[in-house]
């Protein structure tokens, strides 16, 4: 197949999930096209496979702002033509969705039929979504789409409970590459960071207020007032000075480490004993479950998606949110037995084996595949 892919090119979970999901479909040999505004973080190496069309905005005096959306559908529409392809699949309703909408209008004015797979990802749902000015534009692209994907259960009972919802929904859930997110022997850096043998925990996140990272840092003082131990706190957004005024305020400077955006987390995870999450909204969790790929149980909020990545009392423990006392005892709980720390080490490696790429791969392909027959088959008018 030849597939273009369209996602926001930042660290955003959307993002990184479609870029490997583009790059393993390119290692199963299909043709995959990256259209977007930037190259996306994750697209490294060259893959014979794998092309990326940069989308470029006008600018000029009379708009305010750049009229990205308009460059975007032209951009699909010269893309699909010339390449040929296949089935464009958009990753984050807003406005990726309504672009690929407005594009396949176009081509089917010019005799092109293509078929289009939104994937919702969680906040162009919850949040973004949600709000007046969008919900209209946001439940037609819905509606108006070949088919439709979400990452998790909850997205998907939420996407219906929130729009007046008329296609159906497929869950497909994220995924990792267990070629790169598996533990490794890391003892000189864990040496490095606890030298007198500390438990280290860990969160990863874009520092937004939704992923509550003041409570991570509430829940390690509590800790740390019984189990000598470190925070790492991997990641960077606009809550960090407030974290940092924080730590300052709670005295704890030299246990908590502050380490930015990194490249390479699964290396930082492999030395981890605990991995934190307290958001408020999770529709999957992929950050939970990179952790337990590394071996690391995790203490998460019961919200969203995270209970169907998080198993209570076998991969690690999911609290009521904002309750800080519960999740610094079920940390201590962990961190004080040996013998339940290492089964749930265990547990969070298999769980997460239930993600591999190679598992959900094929179910997208077969996905794909379902769509464009449909397409072809019905070749139905676009709602209007």
């Known amino acids: 197949m030849k597939i273009g892919i369209v996602c926001y090119p930042t660290y955003g979970g959307s993002g990184v999930i479609a870029t490997e999901l583009g790059l393993a479909l390119a290692r199963n040999g ?20 794998v092309f990326y069309h940069e989308v470029s905005s006008l600018s000029y005096p009379l708009f305010e702002y750049s009229p990205y959306e308009t460059a975007l559908a032209s951009k699909l529409v010269d893309v699909v033509q010339h390449e040929q392809l296949d089935l464009l699949h958009v990753h984050y309703a807003i406005p990726h969705a309504a672009v690929a909408f407005m594009a396949k209008n176009i081509l089917s004015a010019k005799g092109y039929t293509i078929p289009v797979v939104t994937t919702l990802h969680g906040t162009d749902i919850t949040l973004v979504g949600s709000d007046r000015s969008f919900s209209p534009v946001v ?32 869950v497909i859930y994220n995924f990792l590459d267990f070629n790169r997110f598996q533990k490794s022997n890391k003892e000189h850096f864990k040496k490095a960071i606890a030298p007198e043998g ?44 407030h974290l940092e005024a924080l730590c300052r305020e709670i005295g704890l400077c030299d246990d908590i480490r502050f380490l930015g955006k990194q490249d390479a987390v699964e290396e930082l995870l492999s030395v981890g004993d605990l991995f934190i999450l307290p958001s408020s909204n999770e529709s999957f969790g992929l950050a939970a479950l990179e952790a337990m790929a590394c071996e690391v149980p995790v203490i998460s909020t019961n919200v969203g998606g995270l209970p169907e990545v998080n198993i209570p009392g076998e991969t690690g423990f999911t609290c009521d949110l904002g309750d800080i006392n519960q999740m610094a005892q079920h940390s201590l709980e962990i961190l004080n037995n040996i013998d ?35 397409v072809r088959t019905n070749a139905s008018p676009i709602s209007l």
Not at 209 to 219: E, L
């Open 139 to 170: 439940e037609f692209s819905i509606n108006n789409s070949d088919g439709v994907t979400a990452v998790s259960q909850h997205l998907k009972e939420e996407t219906i409970q929130k729009f007046d919802i008329k296609t159906d929904i497929e």
């Open 30 to 49: 299909h043709q995959v096209h990256f259209i977007t505004y930037k190259r996306p973080a994750r697209l490294g190496s060259f893959n014979t496979n």
């Open 198 to 241: 500390e438990k280290i925990l860990i969160h990863t996140s874009n520092f937004r207020k939704v992923k509550r990272v003041d409570d991570v840092i509430k829940v390690f003082e509590i800790v740390r007032k019984e189990i000598p131990s470190k925070l790492l706190l991997i990641g960077d957004g606009p809550e960090r000075a």
């Open 340 to 374: 339940l720390h290492q089964k749930m080490k265990s547990n969070a490696l298999k769980r997460a084996q239930k993600f591999a790429i190679e598992k959900i791969l094929p179910v997208y392909e077969s996905y794909y595949e379902k769509i464009i027959e449909k």
